[in-house]
């Protein structure tokens, strides 16, 4: 059997290669068109979520706003969280079933009457950080300066116990 035998012929003679490109493919427009659409699609990919202005002000697809830094201590959790543009009255923190949760909701608006001119922008986020150690939910503080959000959650001392430092040895 030779390659010539698996290439499907087309055609009434049965010696035409089949056509590769659709009808509407050869239409020089719509193919360019369809560059130009992937071109675009290609340079904001990448910008994802974490561009308010473009309208995608949420985590819902994966990015993630607010950006948040979680460290683990010896004896706390500290969670924080850049929330510029946003005032401590729009932000909500929740600790429920060892899930902490950050809400908040942006409003924006401009407007300028002389050069007949008004912007608007609303956009809300939630951000759910398991925690996976029990904290001290009656300790638990959150603080809020310069649009940053820090929430400080101690341990209990059973968590605190837990953990349990290995020695590393250099030698195999």
């Known amino acids: 059997m030779s390659v010539r035998d698996l290439i499907p012929w087309g055609g009434n003679d049965g010696n035409q290669l089949p056509s590769v490109f659709r009808d509407d493919d050869r239409d020089p427009f719509l193919s360019l068109h369809r560059e130009v659409n992937r071109l675009f699609d290609d340079v904001f990919r990448g ?18 706003w607010p950006n948040v830094e979680v460290s683990d201590g ?11 543009g946003l005032e401590e009255k729009d932000i909500e923190v929740l600790l429920e079933d060892g899930v902490l949760t950050l809400k908040g909701e942006k409003k924006s608006e401009t407007e300028d009457k002389d050069r007949q ?13 398991p925690l996976g150690y029990e904290v001290e939910d009656d300790k638990v ?14 341990k209990t001392e ?12 250099g030698k195999n």
């Open 158 to 169: 059973r968590a605190q116990a837990k953990a349990k430092r290995i020695a590393i040895n």
């Open 117 to 129: 001119f008004s912007e608007r922008f609303y956009g809300r986020f939630e951000r759910r950080i």
């Open 141 to 154: 503080s959150a603080n809020f300066k310069n649009g940053v959000l820090t929430v400080a959650l101690p």
């Open 47 to 64: 910008f994802d979520s974490r561009l308010p202005a473009l309208g995608r002000f949420s985590s819902f697809d994966g990015g993630g």
């Open 74 to 84: 010896e004896t706390e959790i500290r969670v924080t969280a850049e929330v510029p």
